[in-house]
């Protein structure tokens, strides 16, 4: 158990829906990261929020949005589905920024039907 | 941006032989992690690796920082059942006006498979 959780562990919706991922982070950990875990992409790193403040953006799209609350929790949006946002989302914490350490949570499956 | 090139893809083992991976980069890498995925669950982190020439070990693992810091190794040794699963490599890059700072790019894996 690393520490980190996420929520809801599956999750199954239609196209053209909003769907929002919930991530806690490891215990005294300041950073949040999303990843996308597809079989085509392998995983591919979306955003890092450090204490509240967007830190860092990978190839997200503009349909999906995160944000990092005062108790230091992290939530995924994703808005517009589409069949090929099938994937898995994880996310991981690391105690700040200067540290590469990351931990990942259990994921969220996401299926767009 | 940064590509991994992870090999072999897949590897199909006695128990007990040893087990040997590696990861090439691009461009310089300033951390190697490397890590283990189950289905259905999250990448669990084995070893992290902080300097060039770096030889870490965690148990029947070891794990080697490349001297030009574009490469990485992890080597398992009696190999057991309980080793199967996915293998990554994961590197930070220095960070670039703070445009890649804290994010891990990821190699594609390596499916590890023990026959008993």
């Known amino acids: 158990d690393s520490g980190v959780t996420q929520t809801p562990k599956h999750l199954i919706t239609a196209t053209g829906q909003r769907v929002t991922l919930r991530c806690s982070p490891r215990s005294g950990d300041l950073s949040v990261y999303w990843y996308q875990q597809s079989l085509d992409q392998g995983l591919q790193f979306l955003i890092h929020y450090y204490n509240g403040e967007e830190r860092a953006k990978g190839n997200i799209l503009e349909r999906f949005s995160a944000q990092q609350f005062p108790d230091l929790h992290s939530e995924l949006n994703l808005s517009s589905l589409e069949l090929g946002d099938s994937a898995l989302y994880f996310c991981?914490?690391?105690?700040?920024?200067?540290?590469?350490?990351?931990?990942f949570g259990p994921g969220t499956r996401l299926t767009v039907l | 941006g940064q590509q991994l090139n992870q090999s072999p893809q897949s590897m199909f083992i006695q128990e007990g032989e040893d087990v040997s991976m590696n990861c090439t980069s691009s461009s310089i890498f300033n951390t190697w992690l490397w890590y283990k995925q189950d289905p259905g669950e999250g990448p669990v982190l084995l070893i992290a690796?902080?300097?060039?020439?770096e030889l870490t070990s965690n148990g029947r693992l070891t794990a080697q920082f490349g001297t030009t810091r574009k490469d990485s190794f992890l080597n398992i040794s009696a190999s057991i059942p309980s080793d199967v699963g996915i293998y990554f490599c994961a590197g930070a890059a220095p960070a670039d006006r703070g445009s890649t700072l804290g994010r891990l790019y990821f190699g594609r894996g390596t499916q590890l498979t023990v026959w008993p």
């Open positions: 991981a914490s690391s105690v700040d920024t200067g540290n590469n350490e990351q931990f």
């Open positions: 690796l902080y300097k060039a020439g």
